[in-house]
Protein backbone atom coordinates (compact mmCIF):
# COMPACT_ATOMS: atom_id res chain seq x y z
CA UNK A 1 0.00 0.00 0.00
CA UNK A 2 1.29 3.50 -0.86
CA UNK A 3 1.22 6.94 1.39
CA UNK A 4 0.85 10.23 0.26
CA UNK A 5 3.61 12.65 0.91
CA UNK A 6 0.74 14.10 3.26
CA UNK A 7 -0.40 10.45 5.04
CA UNK A 8 3.11 9.78 5.61
CA UNK A 9 4.03 12.72 7.11
CA UNK A 10 1.01 12.31 9.76
CA UNK A 11 1.78 8.64 10.26
CA UNK A 12 5.24 10.28 11.81
CA UNK A 13 3.91 13.23 13.48
CA UNK A 14 5.77 15.34 11.32
CA UNK A 15 5.79 18.13 8.78
CA UNK A 16 5.83 17.55 4.87
CA UNK A 17 8.57 20.25 4.55
CA UNK A 18 10.72 17.47 6.88
CA UNK A 19 10.28 14.73 4.38
CA UNK A 20 11.02 17.06 1.15
CA UNK A 21 13.99 17.93 3.19
CA UNK A 22 14.95 14.20 3.75
CA UNK A 23 14.48 13.66 0.33
CA UNK A 24 16.85 16.70 -0.68
CA UNK A 25 19.36 15.08 1.61
CA UNK A 26 19.33 11.83 -0.22
CA UNK A 27 17.80 10.07 3.00
CA UNK A 28 14.66 8.64 1.25
CA UNK A 29 13.66 8.16 -2.57
CA UNK A 30 9.96 8.08 -2.87
CA UNK A 31 8.59 6.90 -6.18
CA UNK A 32 6.42 8.88 -8.61
CA UNK A 33 3.20 8.69 -10.19
CA UNK A 34 2.56 9.94 -13.68
CA UNK A 35 2.13 13.54 -12.17
CA UNK A 36 4.83 13.45 -10.11
CA UNK A 37 2.99 12.40 -7.11
CA UNK A 38 5.13 11.30 -4.60
CA UNK A 39 4.63 7.67 -3.39
CA UNK A 40 5.81 6.10 0.28
CA UNK A 41 5.64 2.29 0.59
CA UNK A 42 5.64 0.61 4.06
CA UNK A 43 9.15 0.08 3.15
CA UNK A 44 9.61 3.71 2.96
CA UNK A 45 7.67 4.89 6.17
CA UNK A 46 9.44 1.85 8.21
CA UNK A 47 13.07 3.84 7.01
CA UNK A 48 11.35 7.07 7.59
CA UNK A 49 10.44 6.24 11.12
CA UNK A 50 14.89 5.07 11.44
CA UNK A 51 15.53 8.33 10.33
CA UNK A 52 13.19 10.17 12.49
CA UNK A 53 14.60 8.01 15.70
CA UNK A 54 18.33 8.66 15.13
CA UNK A 55 17.68 12.03 14.51
CA UNK A 56 15.42 13.01 17.86
CA UNK A 57 16.39 9.76 19.77
CA UNK A 58 20.55 9.37 19.37
CA UNK A 59 21.22 13.13 17.32
CA UNK A 60 22.85 12.01 14.59
CA UNK A 61 24.12 14.44 11.82
CA UNK A 62 22.73 13.77 8.41
CA UNK A 63 25.86 12.02 6.93
CA UNK A 64 25.51 9.87 9.86
CA UNK A 65 22.21 8.69 9.35
CA UNK A 66 22.92 8.13 5.69
CA UNK A 67 26.00 6.10 6.76
CA UNK A 68 23.70 4.18 9.53
CA UNK A 69 21.03 3.78 6.92
CA UNK A 70 23.14 2.10 4.76
CA UNK A 71 23.56 -0.82 7.82
CA UNK A 72 20.65 -2.73 7.80
CA UNK A 73 19.94 -4.18 11.53
CA UNK A 74 22.17 -1.31 12.59
CA UNK A 75 20.95 1.00 14.99
CA UNK A 76 17.05 1.64 14.81
CA UNK A 77 14.02 2.28 16.89
CA UNK A 78 13.28 -0.49 18.95
CA UNK A 79 10.94 -3.09 16.42
CA UNK A 80 6.97 -2.89 16.44
CA UNK A 81 5.24 -5.98 17.10
CA UNK A 82 2.02 -7.29 15.71
CA UNK A 83 -1.35 -6.94 17.68
CA UNK A 84 -3.41 -9.94 18.38
CA UNK A 85 -4.07 -11.40 15.09
CA UNK A 86 -8.05 -9.45 14.03
CA UNK A 87 -8.12 -10.61 10.69
CA UNK A 88 -7.79 -7.70 8.30
CA UNK A 89 -9.34 -5.60 10.31
CA UNK A 90 -6.29 -2.87 9.51
CA UNK A 91 -6.85 -3.32 6.08
CA UNK A 92 -10.59 -2.92 5.87
CA UNK A 93 -10.05 0.30 8.01
CA UNK A 94 -7.19 1.71 5.33
CA UNK A 95 -9.28 0.34 1.86
CA UNK A 96 -12.48 2.42 3.65
CA UNK A 97 -10.09 5.50 4.17
CA UNK A 98 -8.62 5.65 0.72
CA UNK A 99 -12.10 4.74 -1.02
CA UNK A 100 -13.03 7.62 0.78
CA UNK A 101 -10.30 10.22 -0.35
CA UNK A 102 -9.46 10.81 3.40
CA UNK A 103 -6.66 11.51 5.31
CA UNK A 104 -5.54 9.68 8.33
CA UNK A 105 -5.73 13.26 10.14
CA UNK A 106 -9.67 13.56 8.59
CA UNK A 107 -10.20 10.49 10.36
CA UNK A 108 -8.75 10.73 13.40
CA UNK A 109 -10.64 14.17 14.28
CA UNK A 110 -13.80 12.41 13.61
CA UNK A 111 -13.23 9.35 15.90
CA UNK A 112 -11.08 11.11 18.83
CA UNK A 113 -7.82 9.21 17.77
CA UNK A 114 -4.70 10.74 17.20
CA UNK A 115 -3.20 10.25 13.94
CA UNK A 116 -0.36 7.79 14.71
CA UNK A 117 -2.87 5.66 16.67
CA UNK A 118 -5.41 5.69 13.53
CA UNK A 119 -1.67 4.14 12.17
CA UNK A 120 -0.68 2.42 14.04
CA UNK A 121 -4.74 0.41 13.89
CA UNK A 122 -4.31 0.06 10.40
CA UNK A 123 -0.56 -1.51 9.65
CA UNK A 124 -2.09 -3.99 12.17
CA UNK A 125 0.65 -2.66 15.47
CA UNK A 126 -2.37 -1.94 17.48
CA UNK A 127 -6.24 -2.68 18.10
CA UNK A 128 -9.24 -0.08 18.54
CA UNK A 129 -11.48 -0.29 21.56
CA UNK A 130 -15.03 -1.61 21.22
CA UNK A 131 -15.86 2.28 20.68
CA UNK A 132 -13.39 3.55 18.93
CA UNK A 133 -14.54 0.67 16.17
CA UNK A 134 -17.78 1.69 16.42
CA UNK A 135 -16.77 5.60 16.00
CA UNK A 136 -15.09 4.18 12.53
CA UNK A 137 -17.94 2.22 11.26
CA UNK A 138 -19.57 5.40 11.17
CA UNK A 139 -17.45 7.32 9.70
CA UNK A 140 -16.95 4.51 6.75
CA UNK A 141 -21.28 3.94 7.02
CA UNK A 142 -20.77 0.18 7.64
CA UNK A 143 -20.80 -1.85 10.41
CA UNK A 144 -18.53 -3.33 12.90
CA UNK A 145 -19.55 -6.50 11.73
CA UNK A 146 -18.57 -6.02 8.15
CA UNK A 147 -15.33 -4.72 9.85
CA UNK A 148 -14.62 -7.78 12.07
CA UNK A 149 -16.28 -10.08 9.98
CA UNK A 150 -14.39 -13.17 8.43
CA UNK A 151 -14.40 -14.19 4.71
CA UNK A 152 -14.05 -17.42 5.14
CA UNK A 153 -16.75 -19.90 4.93
CA UNK A 154 -18.75 -20.42 8.12
CA UNK A 155 -18.91 -23.52 10.14
CA UNK A 156 -21.75 -25.31 11.74
CA UNK A 157 -19.62 -26.38 14.76
CA UNK A 158 -17.20 -23.95 16.90
CA UNK A 159 -15.22 -25.49 19.16
CA UNK A 160 -14.40 -23.55 22.57
CA UNK A 161 -10.62 -23.65 21.33
CA UNK A 162 -11.38 -22.97 17.59
CA UNK A 163 -13.26 -19.44 18.42
CA UNK A 164 -11.48 -16.64 16.37
CA UNK A 165 -10.35 -13.18 17.89
CA UNK A 166 -12.70 -10.38 16.85
CA UNK A 167 -10.86 -7.78 18.64
CA UNK A 168 -8.29 -7.56 21.45
CA UNK A 169 -8.50 -4.29 22.92
CA UNK A 170 -5.89 -2.11 24.57
CA UNK A 171 -7.42 -2.33 28.00
CA UNK A 172 -7.15 -6.28 27.75
CA UNK A 173 -10.61 -7.14 26.81
CA UNK A 174 -11.19 -10.05 24.32
CA UNK A 175 -14.04 -11.07 21.95
CA UNK A 176 -14.21 -14.30 20.33
CA UNK A 177 -16.84 -14.94 17.56
CA UNK A 178 -19.04 -17.88 18.67
CA UNK A 179 -20.24 -18.57 14.99
CA UNK A 180 -18.68 -17.58 12.00
CA UNK A 181 -19.40 -17.09 8.45
CA UNK A 182 -22.03 -14.55 7.48
CA UNK A 183 -24.34 -13.87 10.35
CA UNK A 184 -27.94 -12.10 11.10
CA UNK A 185 -26.99 -12.46 14.46
CA UNK A 186 -23.94 -12.17 15.81
CA UNK A 187 -23.25 -14.46 19.18
CA UNK A 188 -19.61 -13.55 20.76
CA UNK A 189 -17.70 -14.43 23.80
CA UNK A 190 -16.87 -11.37 25.95
CA UNK A 191 -13.98 -12.42 28.04
CA UNK A 192 -13.63 -8.66 30.02
CA UNK A 193 -10.82 -7.97 32.65
CA UNK A 194 -11.34 -5.89 35.92
CA UNK A 195 -11.83 -1.89 35.21
CA UNK A 196 -12.05 -2.77 31.45
CA UNK A 197 -14.80 -2.73 29.12
CA UNK A 198 -16.22 -0.48 26.38
CA UNK A 199 -14.28 2.29 26.65
CA UNK A 200 -17.14 4.86 25.68
CA UNK A 201 -20.82 5.13 24.62
CA UNK A 202 -21.74 4.02 21.62
CA UNK A 203 -24.92 2.76 19.66
CA UNK A 204 -26.15 0.99 16.19
CA UNK A 205 -29.27 -0.73 14.96
CA UNK A 206 -30.28 -3.43 16.22
CA UNK A 207 -31.32 -5.29 19.31
CA UNK A 208 -28.40 -6.94 21.73
CA UNK A 209 -28.98 -9.80 24.41
CA UNK A 210 -25.96 -10.45 27.46
CA UNK A 211 -26.05 -13.42 29.18
CA UNK A 212 -23.19 -13.17 32.20
CA UNK A 213 -21.65 -16.15 32.14
CA UNK A 214 -19.11 -15.56 35.43
CA UNK A 215 -18.48 -12.48 37.06
CA UNK A 216 -19.78 -9.05 37.05
CA UNK A 217 -21.12 -6.44 34.61
CA UNK A 218 -22.53 -2.69 34.90
CA UNK A 219 -24.65 -1.77 31.76
CA UNK A 220 -25.47 2.08 31.08
CA UNK A 221 -28.60 1.99 28.87
CA UNK A 222 -28.91 5.89 28.06
CA UNK A 223 -28.78 8.72 30.85
CA UNK A 224 -31.69 7.18 33.01
CA UNK A 225 -30.73 3.15 33.02
CA UNK A 226 -27.72 1.04 34.90
CA UNK A 227 -27.72 -2.27 35.68
CA UNK A 228 -25.88 -4.21 37.73
CA UNK A 229 -25.42 -8.09 36.25
CA UNK A 230 -23.87 -10.97 37.74
CA UNK A 231 -23.48 -14.54 37.00
CA UNK A 232 -26.38 -16.38 35.35
CA UNK A 233 -28.16 -12.63 34.75
CA UNK A 234 -29.58 -12.01 31.30
CA UNK A 235 -29.83 -8.31 30.13
CA UNK A 236 -32.11 -7.61 26.60
CA UNK A 237 -32.06 -4.31 24.99
CA UNK A 238 -32.57 -2.33 21.89
CA UNK A 239 -29.19 -1.43 20.45
CA UNK A 240 -30.16 2.00 19.21
CA UNK A 241 -30.24 3.31 23.07
CA UNK A 242 -26.58 4.89 23.66
CA UNK A 243 -24.81 2.38 25.67
CA UNK A 244 -21.52 1.26 27.58
CA UNK A 245 -20.63 -1.01 29.88
CA UNK A 246 -17.57 -2.14 32.72
CA UNK A 247 -16.35 -5.10 34.53
CA UNK A 248 -15.93 -3.45 38.32
CA UNK A 249 -13.79 -6.24 39.62
CA UNK A 250 -12.15 -7.56 40.89
CA UNK A 251 -11.73 -10.76 38.70
CA UNK A 252 -12.46 -11.43 34.41
CA UNK A 253 -15.95 -11.46 33.65
CA UNK A 254 -16.91 -13.34 30.73
CA UNK A 255 -20.13 -12.79 29.00
CA UNK A 256 -22.20 -14.25 26.15
CA UNK A 257 -23.19 -11.47 23.66
CA UNK A 258 -25.12 -11.90 20.57
CA UNK A 259 -26.34 -8.54 19.00
CA UNK A 260 -27.54 -7.99 15.57
CA UNK A 261 -26.70 -4.71 13.05
CA UNK A 262 -29.57 -3.91 11.31
CA UNK A 263 -28.73 -1.90 8.41
CA UNK A 264 -25.01 -1.58 9.15
CA UNK A 265 -25.76 2.38 10.47
CA UNK A 266 -23.34 2.59 13.80
CA UNK A 267 -23.00 5.57 15.59
CA UNK A 268 -21.22 6.94 18.91
CA UNK A 269 -21.58 9.87 20.91
Given amino acids: ?30 ARTAG ?13 RRVLWLRRAKGYSTAEIARLLQEPGEEGPPAERPATPMGDIGARLRAHRHSRRLTLRDVAEKVGLSISQLSAIERGTSNPSVASLQRLAKVYETSPIDLMQSSSPGKRLVRSAERP ?9 RIERAATGTLIMRPEVLTV ?16 FFFVLTGQLQVWLGTDEQYEL ?28 VDTDLGGQASER
Fill in 36 to 48: NQRRYTEDDVVRL
Fill in 230 to 257: ATGDCLYFPSGIPHRWHNPGPGDTSVLS
Fill in 193 to 208: PAGSGSDGVFEHAGEE
Fill in 1 to 30: MAYSIREAAEALEVGINTLRQWERQGLITP
Fill in 165 to 173: VSLEAPSGL
